[in-house]
């Protein structure tokens, strides 16, 4: 399985960015869709999560900026990031959680490379 993550970009304080994952491979289901992101000298953290009903959770530091989305049919995950500003600024990853087709047994973890956000004037 494999994450593909695009979106990334620079922007202005205020801005907005729309980032995209698509899983594609041999998926047999996806519980949940997150987006985590690091910046500089600080840890990994969870942005927003939805699972496969459809809800959501946000991080803190940005509900009421961030939506996640999810097109299940597609397999791909965004995340509209609105009033960017620069402490948003970090390399964001997306992760997936699943069931892969050959590996029914176990939930499987799977990662996307990671895709630079930066918000700067």
């Known amino acids: 399985v494999q994450l593909q993550a695009s979106g990334g970009g620079s922007v202005q304080p205020g801005g907005s960015l729309r980032l995209s994952c698509a899983a594609s491979?041999?998926?047999?289901?996806?519980?949940?869709m997150n987006w985590y992101r690091q910046a500089p000298g600080n840890q990994r953290e969870l942005v927003a999560t939805i699972i496969s009903g459809g809800s959501t959770d946000y991080a803190e530091s940005v509900k009421g900026r961030f939506t996640i989305s999810r097109d299940n049919a597609k397999n791909t995950a965004y995340l509209q990031m609105n009033s960017l500003n620069p402490e948003d600024t970090a390399v964001y990853y997306c992760?997936?959680?699943?069931?892969?087709?050959?590996?029914?047994?176990?939930?499987?973890?799977?990662w996307g490379q990671g895709t630079q956000v930066t918000v700067s004037s």
């Open positions: 992760n997936a959680r699943g069931r892969d087709k050959r590996q029914m047994f176990r939930v499987s973890d799977w």
């Open positions: 491979g041999s998926i047999a289901s996806i519980t949940a």
